[in-house]
């Protein structure tokens, strides 16, 4: 089965810093999503990747998918407190319908 | 309307209740998904439905019983529970069905607990 591990698993950096956070898959990525939740809330969608050497952005949220390393990488420049909260990254095993998380990476921005 | 509705947002029941979990999607999205998170885990996938059909089932326990009785609402009925299935308990939708469905739209969930 596909595995995605996450890294670190928490974060916690003042606001202001720029972060990363890593996913790594133990399989052939068929795509990769981004994902946030606040504690106990529904999982808000952030972005997803597609293509090896895809990179998106959503204003200082920035993804890219390393195909061949089967790893993406999340990149939040300028943090800011209402980036706090819990980052997973999914995928499809084997391009299946399902929809696997990572464990999830916990983000704390002190103000 | 970009939005997944799960009712109720809290449950609490005992072991012998009968309750039912309930969502409602009105993007016309025919893939809906039922998944199960523990505290300070990631969500676990149970049940996804295709056009209706229950095209996964994650070797869920039949005390978990998913329906989809129209391509808007998906409920999942809960018998027999046990403390352990206290969780938070996720809906959510996509507009593809099959391999790389794309963006799926989560609920704010239903938190249960088992007492």
């Known amino acids: 089965s596909q595995e995605l591990e996450q890294s670190p698993q928490s974060l916690i950096v003042q606001e202001g810093k720029n972060l990363t956070i890593n996913c790594t898959s133990s399989?052939?990525?068929?795509?990769l999503y981004w994902y946030k939740q606040k504690y106990g809330e529904g999982l808000i969608f952030l972005m997803m990747?597609?293509?090896?050497?895809e990179e998106k952005s959503h204003e200082k949220i920035t993804a890219k998918l390393d195909e061949k390393k089967q790893q993406s990488s999340l990149h939040i420049t300028a943090s800011q407190p209402s980036h706090a909260g819990i980052y997973l990254c999914?995928?499809?095993?084997?391009?299946?319908?399902?929809?696997?998380f990572g464990k999830g990476t916990k983000l704390t921005v002190n103000p | 309307d970009t939005e997944v509705t799960q009712t109720p947002k809290h449950l609490v029941m005992g072991m012998t209740n009968k309750k039912s979990l309930k969502c409602e999607q009105h993007?016309?999205?025919?893939?809906m998904y039922w998944y199960k998170q523990k505290a300070k885990k990631p969500p676990e996938l149970m049940f996804v439905?295709?056009?209706?059909?229950?095209?996964i089932n994650e070797s869920v326990p039949s005390r978990f019983s998913p329906e989809c009785p129209n391509s808007s609402l998906l409920n999942l009925h809960l018998h027999a529970l046990q403390p352990e299935d206290s969780a938070l308990y996720l809906c959510?939708?996509?507009?593809?069905?099959?391999?790389?469905?794309?963006?799926?739209?989560f609920g704010e969930g239903s938190r249960l607990t088992v007492l």
């Open positions: 959510a939708s996509s507009k593809r069905v099959g391999g790389n469905t794309g963006e799926l739209f």
């Open positions: 399989k052939t990525l068929y795509g």
């Open positions: 990747l597609q293509k090896g050497g």
């Open positions: 999914g995928a499809h095993p084997g391009g299946s319908e399902k929809l696997v």
């Open positions: 993007m016309g999205h025919r893939a």
């Open positions: 439905y295709s056009y209706e059909k229950l095209s």
